[in-house]
């Protein structure tokens, strides 16, 4: 079995900042694509930011340049970086990754979201 634990998420004003994070375990033998994804109530879920193995980035362009995320291979940990939030940034966030387990299944993965509040 994998597993995806999220953590951090909070309540703040908006302006503040908030640090994401995710730990992956269980039967993984490599991860792929790590990503955040969001969704806020009534609205469709939607890719915030993914991070290939070698760092490589990608950013919704409603985030780009107030998010960041990184990730630590060792650890098989992912983070999301929060800064300048605003109350449309309001959504439960998820972490997903792309692995292939132990058994040799690549398949995709998601933990059970945290929810982020920004309130004005």
């Known amino acids: 079995q994998v597993q995806l634990v999220e953590s951090g998420g909070g309540s703040v004003q908006a302006g503040g900042s908030l640090r994401l994070s995710c730990a992956a375990s269980g039967t993984i033998s490599s991860i792929n694509v790590m990503d955040w994804h969001r969704q806020a109530p009534g609205k469709k879920r939607e890719l915030v930011a993914d991070?290939?193995?070698?760092?490589?980035?990608n950013y919704s362009d409603s985030v780009k340049g107030r998010f960041t995320i990184s990730r630590d291979n060792a650890k098989n940990m992912v983070y999301l970086q929060m800064n300048s939030l605003k109350p449309e940034d309001t959504a439960v966030y998820y972490c997903g990754i792309w692995a292939t387990t132990t058994w040799g299944r690549f398949n995709n993965y998601w933990g059970q979201g945290t929810q982020v509040t920004v309130f004005s």
């Open positions: 991070i290939l193995p070698g760092g490589d980035t």
